[in-house]
């Protein structure tokens, strides 16, 4: 199990959001998770995004996968990025665990580079935080100040600017960790066969809220109203808008934004969709509930998929959010959510009581032929 060696709220206290830093030994006795043959493997597969990009005699090139084979691997000048690794190793999940201090409606996914010497994407900016955590193998990072800066390499997709002028220029070993706020610009050049793994945390846009709720409004026919009004008047200039209208429009458009009780349901499913495909676990066939009620009985484990996001509201203990769908806790049940919610793996113990609830053997039944949890032994 990975531990910080550094105190995280203090983190949190003077650089979250605020500046980039270095932190050495991050993790002590660091040891990858994943293996660079293994991650290959990951790259061949069609469900997991994974690009692969060089950079020899500097000139920029992105593949993306599945691939076939990397027989022919460059030596240099290169580098294997696969996207939501935490999805699909175990080991890889376990690395995301410590970060588990944040909310997880704001994690995105744990990214990982195999990069050759002299391997990487140039320098860029992200619009989210990032933790990067050296694993194998030497990268040097550089950092710059927030501005303004020019763009380049379009084509590529790869979001490079024009170089910049570093204020955190270091090469990180094994169990450091380099976090970057939004808006730094930043590049790593890899100094010998290297491993990093980047834990990205990204907010919501006021954009992509109001188009969100705007798509929640329409598909559950929220605001299907017209307006009205039996006490029109002739105008003069009839291109105006007149203040009256403007009002009445105003309140009809501010009616809809304010209902809470739609905006709390619509956020809990934004928030809990992930952006990454998810390795679910569909049952074929489907259990019944006489056999899964008895897999629990025999004591099997039920675990997680992993980068499944579970998610409530502080003080609506029974409306519960997975993977952008919105489900109801039976009444009395709300020791069934927190499970749902804050544990990876439950077993007959973890029910206790709750194992006889039919609601809640219904629901227990209808997760697991979805895929989102699955029995282990």
């Known amino acids: 199990m ?151 390499n379009h084509d590529t997709g790869l979001r490079q600017i024009e170089k910049f002028d570093p204020i955190i220029d270091e090469v990180l070993e094994p169990g450091d960790i380099l976090y970057i706020p939004p808006g730094f610009p930043h590049e790593g050049n890899t100094i010998e066969t290297s491993l990093s793994y980047s834990i990205g945390y990204r907010s919501p846009k006021e954009q992509e809220l109001l188009s969100g709720f705007a798509d929640f409004a329409v598909n559950n ?34 009616r809809l934004l304010n209902n809470e009780n739609a905006k709390r349901h619509w956020l809990g499913e934004q928030l809990s969709q992930s952006r990454h495909e998810l390795n679910l676990m569909e049952a074929d066939p489907l259990w019944t509930q006489e056999e899964l009620i008895q897999f629990i009985q025999e004591g099997m484990i039920l675990e997680k998929v992993y980068g499944l996001k579970t998610l409530y509201h502080e003080n609506e203990p029974l409306d519960l959010y997975i993977h952008g769908e919105h489900i109801h806790i039976p009444e009395g049940a709300e020791k069934f959510l927190k499970i749902l919610c804050c544990q990876e793996t439950f077993t007959k113990k973890d029910l206790g009581p709750l194992i006889k609830n039919k609601a809640i053997k219904v629901l227990l039944l209808k997760l697991c032929n979805q895929g989102y949890w699955y029995p282990q032994a």
């Open 221 to 254: 026919d929220l605001g299907d109203t017209h307006y009205h009004n039996p006490k029109i008047k002739t105008q003069t200039q009839n291109s105006m808008i007149s203040s009256a209208d403007y009002q009445a429009l105003n309140k009809m458009l501010m």
């Open 2 to 152: 990975y531990q910080f060696n550094f105190d995280f709220d203090d983190f949190l206290a003077t650089h979250w959001h605020q500046k980039p830093t270095v932190i050495k030994k991050g993790f002590n006795l660091f040891k990858d998770p994943i293996s660079p043959d293994e991650l290959a493997g990951l790259a061949l597969e069609e469900e997991i995004d994974s690009r692969f990009v060089t950079n020899k005699e500097g000139t920029w090139n992105v593949t993306h996968g599945p691939f076939e084979d990397f027989k022919d691997f460059p030596e240099t000048h290169a580098q294997l990025i696969i996207q939501a690794a935490n999805h699909w190793h175990p080991g890889v999940a376990s690395l995301s665990v410590p970060f588990k201090k944040l909310p997880d409606w704001l994690f995105d996914d744990l990214m990982i580079c195999l990069s050759m010497p002299h391997g990487g994407v140039g320098p860029h900016i992200d619009q989210y935080d990032v933790f990067i955590v050296q694993g194998m193998g030497k990268r040097r990072w550089r950092v710059g100040p927030m501005g303004e800066y020019k763009d380049a």
